[in-house]
T-cell receptor, first 111, second 111 residues
Framework: DAKTTQPPSMDCAEGRAANLPCNHS???????VYWYRQIHSQGPQYIIHGLKNNETNEMASLIITEDRKSSTLILPHATLRDTAVYYCIVRATGSARQLTFGSGTQLTVLP | DVKVTQSSRYLVKRTGEKVFLECVQD?????MFWYRQDPGLGLRLIYF???????EKGDIPEGYSVSREKKERFSLILESASTNQTSMYLC??????????FGQGTRLTVV
C-alpha cells in the first residue's frame, strides 16, 4: 500500500470548515483513499473513501486531485466533538492485508 | 450499524499470565483484525483472519497467537504476558476489501 504524508497537527475554529490535506504521490491506479478518525480513548472510526471522484457523505467530503497524488478531507462545520486524530490511508480494494495507519493529523477544534 | 465488541475496556494482568482478549462482530464480516496502539508508534497489525480457522501474521506477531473458531469471534492470546505488552488493543472487522469497523479497544496493563 502507498505511503501517505499528513501534517502532524491543525487547529480549526468551531463552526468553520476544517480542511485536512494528505499527500499520496505514489498511489497506484487501483488504490482507494480512505479516511478514518480516532477520538481520544476510542477505536478508529471510518469516515469516507474514494477512488478518483469527489465523494460526500453525512460526515464529510473528500476531494481528490485529478492526478490523485493528494486529497483533502473537508468537515464543513467543525464542532468540538470533531477534535480527533485523522488518518489518511491508501489501499487497494480487495487487498487481504488490513489498513496501515500512519501518524495522522491531530485536529483541534477551538471554541 | 455494525458493532464490534471487545470483551473488556480495561484489564490488569500479572507477568507470565495467559491472557485472552475477545472480539465479537455482528455483521457477518469475513475479515477480522487485531492491532495494538502505542504512543508514537501508531496502530500496528498483530494478526488478521480472512475466514474461520484461517489466520495470517501481521507486522508484530511475536508473543501473540489468535483463534477464530467461529466467524463472528476472533480471540487474541498472550501466551505469557510481559510488561512490554502493556498497550491499547484494538479489534476490527470488514468485508473483503471494504472499510473496517473498530471496537472500542482494550487497555491492557501487565504488572
Amino acid at each position: 500500500d502507498a505511503k501517505t504524508t499528513q501534517p502532524p497537527s491543525m487547529d480549526c475554529a468551531e463552526g468553520r470548515a476544517a480542511n485536512l490535506p494528505c499527500n499520496h504521490s505514489t498511489i497506484s491506479g487501483n488504490e482507494y483513499v480512505y479516511w478514518y478518525r480516532q477520538i481520544h480513548s476510542q477505536g478508529p472510526q471510518y469516515i469516507i473513501h474514494g477512488l478518483k471522484n469527489n465523494e460526500t457523505n453525512e460526515m464529510a467530503s473528500l476531494i481528490i486531485t485529478e492526478d490523485r497524488k493528494s486529497s483533502t478531507l473537508i468537515l464543513p462545520h467543525a464542532t468540538l466533538r470533531d477534535t480527533a486524530v485523522y488518518y489518511c490511508i491508501v489501499r487497494a480494494t480487495g487487498s487481504a492485508r488490513q489498513l496501515t495507519f500512519g501518524s495522522g493529523t491531530q485536529l483541534t477544534v477551538l471554541p | 450499524d455494525v458493532k464490534v465488541t471487545q470483551s473488556s475496556r480495561y484489564l490488569v494482568k500479572r507477568t507470565g499470565e495467559k491472557v485472552f482478549l475477545e472480539c465479537v462482530q455482528d455483521m457477518d464480516h469475513e475479515n477480522m483484525f487485531w492491532y495494538r496502539q502505542d504512543p508514537g508508534l501508531g496502530l500496528r497489525l498483530i494478526y488478521f483472519s480472512y475466514d474461520v480457522k484461517m489466520k495470517e501474521k501481521g507486522d508484530i506477531p511475536e508473543g501473540y497467537s489468535v483463534s477464530r473458531e467461529k466467524k463472528e469471534r476472533f480471540s487474541l492470546i498472550l501466551e505469557s504476558a510481559s510488561t512490554n505488552q502493556t498497550s491499547m488493543y484494538l479489534c476490527a472487522s470488514s468485508l473483503k476489501g471494504m472499510e473496517a469497523f473498530f471496537g472500542q479497544g482494550t487497555r491492557l496493563t501487565v504488572v
